[in-house]
């Protein structure tokens, strides 16, 4: 259950992200509370998990999901640059995530 939370948590992370932008700087109203909400209900469920998980390898994991996924959606969705070599750091990353999954207690 905690790395599912860990998931929800970091799938969160990826609507705050990309919130963050639809509600340009918090002046849109109805983009803003739903950027704060799931940037709230993200440290809340990275919460949850935190009491079972290893803190270092839950938040390390929680940053990859966010930040992959926000450049994965910036590529697809906002035409962000898909250069090999910003693909390669995006797969550096989930390699280093999926690695601290496999090693933690």
Known sequence: MPWILLTIAGLLEIAFALGMKWSQGFTRPLPGVLTALAGLASIYSLSLAL????VGTAYAVWTGIGAVGTAVMGVLFMG???SPARLACMAAIVGGVAGLKLVSD
Not at 51 to 54: E, V
């Open 51 to 54: 009491r079972t998980l290893p």
């Open 80 to 82: 962000d640059s898909s």
